[in-house]
């Protein structure tokens, strides 16, 4: 693929259509340039690298000329930045921390990038960054790579560091997108951890804060007679009520909770303990990532 190809395909596997993306152009004079990223591929790139080491912000901006940390909304995908490091050893390193296939891989002409696109984008980007330092400390790469803002290496253009390499694209697939319970599943845990916020989703991505409380809940043990189990599963449901969701959308995952439970609860009586939880949830340790 030529240079504009790459950017094309990179762009489909990391951004929506209509998103504004910052190309920022490093080596003598900084500058940036801010495209929709189905334009991002224009022919002016290739002019600017015979001068310039050419970079790409990684999250979407809120608008033309942010390229600040405040001027990120969300983030669609997670990555990570191994500096002098091959191939083969990245993918062993994947493989061995038992994390789902990434979304795109770079060869940046002295190491390699690795994006997972989620299936939802994140708007707490607090968390975003947790989940960031969460993964480099897992794969032990570049440990800066947590700002909002970051900008990477952009792909089909030459790095200009001794030696001249190319930048190009390894493997890359747009349909593949990660869901970040599979990721949050093999992190290691470090501090600080912060819990959910929901207050950061729209709400057009309830359905993701229903998936991760899900998540959550199926490492709770469940309730057993004579074995405390009104507070197992009172602490179960306040659980459902400090992810912020309500009534109706925690009572599916509650139900699935249920199953598990020796013997099952009846839903009036499952209903009973989350309007109970609901009104005590503010003493309940909040779910964390």
Avoid at 109 to 132: E, F, N, S
Avoid at 185 to 193: D, F, N, S, T
Wanted: proline share 7%; hydrophobic share 35%.
């Amino acid at each position: 693929m030529n240079s504009l190809d790459q950017v094309r395909l990179f762009a489909k596997c990391l951004f929506e259509p209509r998103d504004i993306v910052e190309i920022r152009c490093l080596r003598g004079k900084a500058q940036s340039l801010f495209e929709k990223a189905h334009s991002l591929a224009h022919p002016r790139l290739n002019r600017l690298n015979a001068r310039h080491d050419m970079y790409v912000g990684a999250n979407p901006r809120k608008d033309y000329g942010a390229r600040s940390n405040d001027g990120v909304e969300m983030a669609r995908c997670l990555f990570v930045d191994w500096d002098n490091t091959s191939l083969l050893v990245a993918a062993r390193v994947t493989d061995e921390a038992e994390l789902p296939l990434p979304t795109c891989v770079i060869w940046t002409g002295g190491g390699v990038h690795c994006y997972w696109r989620l299936q939802h984008p994140l708007y707490d980007m607090d968390l975003w960054r947790q989940l960031q330092r969460q993964l480099i400390h897992s794969l032990g790469t570049d440990r800066c790579i947590h700002d909002p803002s970051r900008v990477m290496r952009l792909p089909g253009f030459f790095n200009h560091k001794p030696g001249r390499t190319p930048s190009r694209i390894v493997y890359a697939n747009p349909d593949w997108k990660v869901d970040i319970n599979e990721i949050v599943a093999v992190l290691p845990k470090i501090e600080p951890v912060h819990a959910v916020n929901p207050n950061y989703l729209p709400p057009t991505d309830r359905s993701f804060l229903q998936r991760r409380a899900a998540a959550y809940l199926r490492r709770v043990p469940a309730a057993v007679s004579g074995q405390h189990g009104h507070n197992a599963t009172f602490r179960a449901a306040a659980i459902l009520c400090r992810f912020g969701l309500s009534e109706e959308e925690a009572m599916p995952i509650l139900n699935e909770y249920n199953e598990r439970c020796i013997p099952p609860w009846e839903e009036k009586d499952l209903r009973r303990k989350y309007r109970e939880a609901s009104k005590h949830a503010h003493l309940t340790r909040s779910p964390a990532i």
